[in-house]
């Protein structure tokens, strides 16, 4: 690890440091999950992506989608687990 100075709104470090009071945990931990959150919104993958594609024969509505949805918490949870 690297140490590092970055300058943060008062207001923000006031709640960084009462949350680690309260959770009993480090300031520096709160830091740097933040951080790695940064760094991984920020990062840039080179080529493409391998994702399946998926064919459905046709255009899916909306209603397509609600009734495989129905579908789906039907089997899980039964019928009498739907709403109105």
């Known amino acids: 690890m690297k140490k ?3 300058m943060v709104d008062e207001g923000d470090l006031r709640v960084i440091k009462e949350a680690a009071v309260r ?3 480090p300031e520096s931990e709160y830091f740097r999950e933040a951080f790695r959150i940064a760094a991984l919104r920020a990062r840039r ?3 493409d ?3 399946p594609e998926i064919g459905f024969g046709g255009p899916v ?5 609600r ?3 129905a579908e789906a918490a039907d089997r899980k949870y039964g019928s009498s687990g739907r709403t109105a």
Do not use: P
């Open 4 to 6: 590092t100075t970055v």
């Open 23 to 25: 959770e009993g945990r």
């Open 45 to 47: 993958w080179s080529g």
């Open 49 to 51: 992506w391998d994702i």
């Open 61 to 65: 509505s909306d209603d397509d989608v």
């Open 67 to 69: 009734a495989a949805a």
